[in-house]
């Protein structure tokens, strides 16, 4: 079923938006789409940091648009008060190595444009394109978005200290984010909770097997299982 957004000029629209990513990676399924795609088309800059879940979906999406474009189709979502998304948004951006090698590439043909490549231009070039392998390599292996359910023993948990607990897990490369807490049924609560991971550096499997799920966490934390988990 399409979603219906409002005017991202506004408070309101914004606040609506920050609130529909508290427990979402992307605004429809579990992969980035079209839908995306027209949410993001329609801010005209990047949110402010005021809206902690749109700054960290939108600083995600751009990332996905400038390493490898969208694909997927969505399920038709609309923002009203916006122009409707144009095939061109859909393409990848050229990076910003692309641009500077287009850019001298205009200054040698000003120069000369039927002259031979010299030396000096060869190395250039194979420097340039070193450098863009170099960074390609280096998003490749960035950072993880991960959304996770916390369940307690049961329905007398205290879930405040449940989630303090497990905020109090600290490693090199884990962030905590939003969290919420939602009803399972008998009156017992899970807690769902975004973090980000480098994944060169934690494992979420290790967090889960040696961090969350021993002592003292353990006396709230009854598991976890990881609900999304996508590449930023």
């Known amino acids: 079923m399409a979603v219906t957004f409002h005017d991202f000029t506004s408070a309101a629209g914004l606040k609506k938006l920050d609130d529909f990513l508290l427990s979402r990676s992307y605004i429809s399924g579990y992969q980035a789409s ?14 402010s940091a005021e809206y902690v879940n749109v700054s960290r979906w939108y600083t995600h999406i751009d990332a996905l648009l400038r390493i490898s474009g969208v694909e997927s189709e969505g399920c038709g979502v609309v923002v009203k008060g916006s122009a409707p998304i144009t095939e061109e948004a859909i393409a990848t951006p050229p990076s910003t190595e692309t641009k500077a090698a287009a850019a001298e590439d205009d200054d040698d043909d000003d120069v000369d444009l039927f002259g031979e490549e010299t030396e000096e231009e060869k190395k250039a070039a194979e420097e340039r394109a070193a450098a863009v392998k170099a960074s390609t390599k280096k998003k ?33 490369g884990l962030l905590w ?3 919420k807490l939602v009803p399972v049924g008998y009156g017992i609560k899970k807690m769902t909770i975004m973090l980000t991971i480098v994944d060169d550096l934690v494992s979420v499997d290790t967090l889960i097997e040696e ?12 598991s976890c299982d990881i609900v999304a988990f996508n590449k930023i």
């Open 177 to 179: 984010g939003a969290s």
């Open 211 to 222: 961090r969350l799920t021993v002592e003292p966490i353990n006396e709230y934390v009854q």
């Open 140 to 172: 490749e292996s960035g950072k993880s978005s991960v959304l996770m359910d916390v369940k307690p023993w049961d329905d007398e948990t205290d879930m405040k200290k449940l989630e303090e607990a497990v905020r109090s897990v600290e490693m090199e």
């Open 34 to 47: 079209k839908d995306d795609l027209t949410v993001y088309s329609a801010l005209s800059s990047a949110p």
